[in-house]
């Protein structure tokens, strides 16, 4: 069963910085691609950053480009999103994912309709004031 807890995210001004945790259990993050969604009141999920299976590519939306950066640590078996210069626009709940059916890699991971996950947690919540 996998099971991950999101943690890391507040309530910061425009221009803070967060850093988003989660670590996962049955199964190991370095052998599929994983990636952080995020959903806004009111909007559909939208993926934000992933890793390749391999780790070889890494890979973020246009709008949190040079912002934040994903990264997973094979041995705290953990996902990590490092959010800098953080914008009002970026307030959203914020999901980590793994592809555990192998379907997809990243960049994919994050934009294909057909990606589905049985293990969605409770997200953390990010709220950036201008």
């Known amino acids: 069963q996998v099971q991950h807890v999101e943690s890391g995210g507040g309530l910061v001004q425009a221009g803070g910085s967060l850093n988003l945790s989660c670590p996962f259990s049955?199964?190991?993050?370095?052998?599929?691609?994983v990636g952080w969604f995020r959903q806004a009141p009111g909007k559909e999920r939208e993926g934000v950053s992933c890793i390749s299976r391999s780790g070889l590519t890494l890979y973020s939306r246009d709008s949190v480009k040079g912002r934040f950066t994903i990264s997973r640590d094979s041995v705290k078996n953990a996902l990590y999103l490092q959010m800098n210069s953080l914008r009002p626009e970026d307030t959203a709940t914020y999901f980590c994912a793994a592809d555990v059916e192998r379907k997809y890699d990243c960049p994919q991971v994050l934009f294909v309709k057909k990606f589905t996950y049985n293990y969605w947690g409770q997200g953390t919540q990010v709220t950036v004031s201008s």
């Open positions: 049955g199964l190991n993050v370095g052998d599929y691609a």
